[in-house]
């Protein structure tokens, strides 16, 4: 069986209930057993960890640390906001002759859960921020480089230090590469050759961790079955109606929402957070307007109604997940409860909350009007959750697109094909 997504890693596992030999992506967060149909959420305490196969005439491996680092880089910079996607490994411990990172070898070479059993395992002694930092700083490096071969000298853009950076991850975890130990020397157990030398034979110090958590995919109110696609962090009782997320090894109960639609529809998960800032006068919805310049005379009543942000609640391409924020925080699409939505076409949230937080400052970057004068204040600024809700908006097919019935904003279907894939 392979991966039904060539950019996502295939995970060989077990199935916990009868032992049967299954695939997972490296998404999937709901398990189903192709031969007794369990369904089980997949999760973990921390990250997941992963480990290539070591040929069985390795006695004792050791296994080396990669973090597996998969999202978008927004950088604020004058006076804009860049971005790109990371879809990287980068070696996650200190020790010099280590390759940087596992290259292709991933989608080519058997991944399964990691279990402590298999082997000498290294803690990551690279934090996955830090790791963050390795692949941006060589990125730029190429960046400035194809800057030079292109133009004769560098462009002032690559130079330009941003005021600040975020990233907004859809998948991290811990790839362990085997290695043998032999004459103080480590070794690539796969490749055979050598990697690093001078390695005491005590490397590395002994740990433990825990394995991935399967929870039964039922209701943890009612007992009902839970609705929800594969990849999704979380899945909706039709029965309660309750929202349950998938987090830290359990169930969390998150509040959400569903609008009404008459018309067949699509429901798109968003976050919307209200978000208190420090550093800047953004309290009312009337301030946001102010600092977007929209296109519309400000209201009165906009000065006391509370400014609250929106953002996808699942994975875009990275332009296109700024402007769905700027469209749905300036829209300020309706919401109620409404147990007519049917939440079986709701599509899966593969976004967490804490990475739609970690978006608000780099939204307010992208839609402000006056970029010279709030981008760089934007720095110092620091924002706060003060709470938030997933709020499940329809879209309807019209043409190659899925568009809000009401507010008609909107997304070209195949960019959300592209984002199941990205
Ligand atoms: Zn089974
Ligand atoms: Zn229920």
Known sequence: MKSSNSNNWAIDCQCPQCG???VLDETD??????YC???LCVTTPDFFRYVVAAPLSIKNPIYIPYWRLKGAFFSCVPFQVNHAIVDSTQVAYALKGLPFTLGLRPQVL???????????FVMPGISSAEALEMI???????????DVFSKGQVKAKSAAKPFFKTYTGEAMSVIYAPMRLEGGMLYDAVLNRPVTQAVSEEFPPPVTFGAPVFVPTLCPNCGQDLSGEKQTLVLICNNCQSAWQVDKGALSEVGYAAAPCVEEAVYLPFWKMKVRFDGIALRSYADLARTANIPRAIRTEWEDEESVFWSPAFKIAPQLFLRLSEQATFLKPPVMQSDKADMKR????TLPLSEGAESVKMSLAAFAANKKEILPRLASVTTNMESALLVYLPFVKRSNDFVHPELGFGINANSLTTALNL
């Open 37 to 39: 149909r369990v369904r």
């Open 136 to 146: 941006e700083a060589t990125r730029e490096r190429v960046d400035s480089a194809a």
């Open 346 to 349: 709701a599509y899966p949230v």
């Open 29 to 34: 967060r709901i398990f189903t057993c192709p």
């Open 20 to 22: 049967s030999p299954a």
């Open 110 to 120: 058997k991944l399964s859960f990691a279990s402590p059993e298999q082997g000498r």
